[in-house]
């Protein structure tokens, strides 16, 4: 059975920092891209990041490029994505998902996880 468990959300200062963490099993983790995207309320579902499946390429979206990083440790089965300099519009549910295709396009992942609350707020 596939799963990807989302961990490291919760309620950060406009400023702060995050790791999140997406811990996947049920599937071979290393032969798969990667992917976060996010939900915020009333909004359509957006991508954030995404990596390939060796780590060696990743894209982001413009939002978040330059503030947030992510990775992988194949070895772990475990994806991260670090945040920082957040901003009240980063405030979202965050989700993990794998796919064979190295994109941004939320249509062409195949397994998602259940999603992790970022809340950025004084």
């Known amino acids: 059975q596939v799963q990807l468990v989302e961990s490291g959300g919760g309620l950060v200062q406009p400023g702060g920092s995050l790791r999140l963490s997406c811990a996947g099993s049920g599937f071979t983790f290393g032969s798969y891209a990667m992917g976060w995207f996010r939900q915020a309320p009333g909004k359509e579902r957006e991508f954030v990041a995404a990596?390939?499946?060796?780590?060696?390429?990743?894209i982001y979206a413009d939002s978040v490029k330059g503030r947030f990083t992510i990775s992988r440790d194949n070895a772990k089965n475990t994806l991260y994505l670090h945040m920082n300099r957040l901003k009240p519009e980063d405030t979202a549910v965050y989700y993990c998902?794998?796919?064979?295709?190295?994109?941004?396009?939320?249509?062409?992942?195949?397994?998602w996880g259940q999603g992790t609350q970022v809340t950025v707020s004084s």
């Open positions: 998902a794998a796919g064979w295709a190295f994109t941004h396009v939320p249509r062409r992942y195949d397994y």
């Open positions: 990596i390939s499946w060796s780590g060696g390429s990743t």
